[in-house]
């Protein structure tokens, strides 16, 4: 899996950009604010319609166009694709495939999967909850359809639910709809949890073995998910994770009513981080929360290779100018077999260890 070649019109800094890519390793140096980043973005945005910087299309626009356009020449699955997206600042984005008009993010995720990682994911690990769920939500509506099925009707529920609870105070009988919305969160809400324990599983696995490496074998990383309490086996048959939901949310309905919230579902899941049996969020250095961090992203990886059965494209915002020698060549070592994108600001001597091509950005400008 692999871009072969991207094409920006009023993206972000770029006015216009035409970027044939090395099929294997790709630096893109430049100073900092010239546009590396947006580069990234564009190619995550091709894989999934969302933005890791950003939640509206809208700020993806360069100031002062009414429209953007993205073109990515894919290679996947032994086929050549094209993938294009129009953004607009006052209308719904367009998407097509190959020419034909597709509606769901979960389309171009069949053409192409990206893993994107910068110093900003340390939040996995420092962060609360929110930040792990992304990343799981992130992952799996890539790799997984119907869990982005199932995701997108939980929240549709979700946002139904919380708005009668939130009104019934003065119109009561807008309870009488509440039924409806918590039998679609229980049906929704237990693909999600079924999904997302297999997800976890796999990840704890590669998550290990690759900080156990990177740090030279000194570190145990753990992973467990965290759901429901009344869910106690997430790895159930989804018709046993539905009966625990209901029981939970029988149990929340008194305190849902009287505190007008959603108070229960896998809207609250985590995933426990523990470094040498100790709580990661709490206790752990900078260098161990990187290198977990990174840890978790590289497990990322090869969940996408061992599902698809081709590696994602491996996106590394200025990652390893945070890394130590040592862990540098830890990962440089991880990252072969699919193409990869490496941003940073010195390309001689990033470009000598990857051997990769070398392109600079200057201005919103690629030379």
Known sequence: MRIDKLTLENFRSYVRADIAFDSACNVICGENAQGKTNLLEAIVYLSCAR??????????????????????????????FCVEIDLFTARRRRMKVNGVTVKTASELSDVLNTVFFSPEDLHLIREGAAARRRFMDSALCQLRPRYAAAHAEYARAYEHKTRILRDSEEHPSLLDALPEFNEQLVRAGAAIIHYRAQFCRR??????????????????????????????????????????????????????????LCLSGPHKDDIFVTINEKEAKAFSSQGQTRTAALSMKLAEREIFKNVTGEYPVLLL????????????EFVLNRIGGGQVFITCCEDDRLASLTGGRVFTVQNGEVF
Do not use: W
């Open 51 to 80: 933005s890791p910087r950003s939640r509206s299309d809208r700020e993806l626009v360069r100031f002062d166009a009414a429209q953007s356009f993205i073109k990515g020449n894919v290679f996947s699955r032994e086929r050549d």
């Open 203 to 260: 990840l704890a696995e590669y998550a290990a073995a690759a900080h156990f490496d990177c740090s030279g074998g000194r570190e145990q990383l753990q992973l467990s998910y965290q759901t429901v309490k009344t869910v106690e086996d997430p790895f159930a048959d989804v018709s046993q994770i539905e009966a625990a939901l209901r029981a939970h949310q029988a149990s929340h309905d008194a305190a849902e009513r009287a505190s007008r």
């Open 317 to 328: 915002d200025d990652v390893l100018s945070e890394l130590d020698p040592r862990r540098q």
